[in-house]
């Protein structure tokens, strides 16, 4: 089956500098990587996706950016605030298969220092 | 954020007393799941339903029950609660398999003690 690793376990980073998480995937059938962020006390929600057809997604401070070839993904934050601070994951899974099957990694907690 | 309501919230019990936990949904979404949250582990499924009265196991499904009786209302139980089963539990669901991906939508959590 899939495997998602993910790193690193925590980061701390000083307000207005660059975040970067990694993962890396084992299955090359996995067409689709979502990450989610998990506030304190709350939910995972989705913040960013994206799909193998595609090498680079970019929302305002957030990005994503996937190398099929070497089966990593990775989620940027630019500018960092504060309130980034959260447990982000990501996760693999198939387009078109059963959401339940995806695979997550097991989460980044990014501290952001004002 | 998505129309998901998970109860009780809280919940301390005892080891081997059966604790029901409740999902609620309000999106109309076919797919609803059940996972755990614990340190080091991240998130793991425990059940998940592709319909009503139809559901199956996940990685983790041994000592969870699940039934899903209505669209909206996914339960899950733990017959004889154990120690191990303390945890963080987190209900989601998502429309059903897509060719633009599979998006799962989470509720709040429900945060459950057995001693």
């Known amino acids: 089956g899939e495997n998602v690793e993910q790193h690193p376990s925590t980061l701390s980073v000083q307000e207005g500098d660059s975040a970067v998480i990694k993962c890396t995937y084992s299955?090359?059938?996995?067409?689709?990587f979502p990450w989610y962020k998990q506030e304190l006390g709350k939910g995972p929600q989705l913040i960013i996706d994206?799909?193998?057809?595609?090498g680079e997604k970019k929302d305002q401070r957030i990005a994503v950016t996937l190398n099929k070839t070497a089966k990593h993904f990775s989620l940027h934050i630019t500018e960092t605030q504060p309130e980034d601070s959260a447990v982000y994951f990501c996760a693999a899974s198939i387009r078109g298969t059963n959401a339940g099957k995806s695979t997550f990694g097991d989460g980044t907690t990014l501290t952001v220092k004002p | 954020d998505a129309g998901i309501t998970q109860s009780p919230r809280h919940k301390v019990t005892e080891t081997g007393t059966p604790v029901t936990l409740r999902c609620h949904q309000t999106e109309n979404h076919r797919y609803m799941y059940w996972y755990r949250q614990d340190p080091g582990h991240g998130l793991r499924l425990i059940h998940y339903s592709y319909g009503v009265k139809d559901t199956d196991k996940g990685e983790v499904s041994d000592g969870y029950s699940v039934s899903r009786s209505k669209t909206e209302d996914f339960l899950l139980t733990l017959e004889s609660a154990t120690s191990s089963q303390t945890s963080v539990y987190f209900c989601?669901?998502?429309?059903?398999?897509?060719?633009?991906?599979?998006?799962?939508?989470f509720g709040e959590g429900s945060w459950l003690t057995v001693v």
């Open positions: 299955d090359s059938a996995s067409n689709y």
């Open positions: 989601a669901i998502s429309e059903g398999p897509r060719p633009t991906g599979n998006t799962i939508y």
């Open positions: 994206i799909r193998s057809n595609v």
